[in-house]
């Protein structure tokens, strides 16, 4: 069990992404499953992974990890995110709460992002309200496709505004994820970018891949 009361409200329901990420994920490049490996790496203690899709990371966590609390807020995806964090190396418990909705009265010692900044209405709240849950030194890390320059980027903002949010989970494709970060207020201390065209992508649409770690103040 959680240390710490949890308190979870809100869902999302996202039918046809429900059906379509489980088969993308799945069939995801070695590349990325490495990226989503270092995004992991060295972690210790209590750590809150916001949005875990279908539990794809939770096999990949280090043994230091004492205890991974892991919202997901689509009930189809939290369901099968469930029996990942049965096979999982480190005890996972999955809650079905929005980042927006997810309370807990005790403090974690970093929070897992991973393609899932896209998805949120107001990335800078959502950040804030993560920064809240971290000590001073508490680490973000995050994996997250962001903004292409010149055509990719044109092409992301025509996906933007038709029908690429409505079809797969509310995702945005041209968001500047690292400059919300630091808007926020975390201090950025390791970030690279990847140019990765994983198979479950629609090139070149979600190829940019940045991979960092941010700390609490
Ligand atoms: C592209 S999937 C990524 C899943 C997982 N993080 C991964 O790396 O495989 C985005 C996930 O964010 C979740 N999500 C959408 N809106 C959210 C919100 N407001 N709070 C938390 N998670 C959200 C979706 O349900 C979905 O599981």
Redo the contacts with the bound molecule.
Sequence with gaps: MTRGAVYAAQR?D?PFFARV?PVA?NHEALSVRRLREENLAGLTGRVLE????IG??FDLYPDSVEQVIA????PR?AARARAAAAAAPVPVQVIGA???GFRCDELFDAVVC???LC??DDPVGVLSDLMSFLPPGGQLRYLEHVASPGARGRLQRFADATVWPALL???HTHRDTERLIAEAGFEVQATRRERTLPLWSIRPVVSDLAIGRARRP
């Design positions: 999302v996202h990420w994920v916001v949005g875990a899709g794809t990371n919202i997901e807020p689509e995806l929005t980042a927006e991973s393609l899932v998805s949120v989970g509310n995702c």
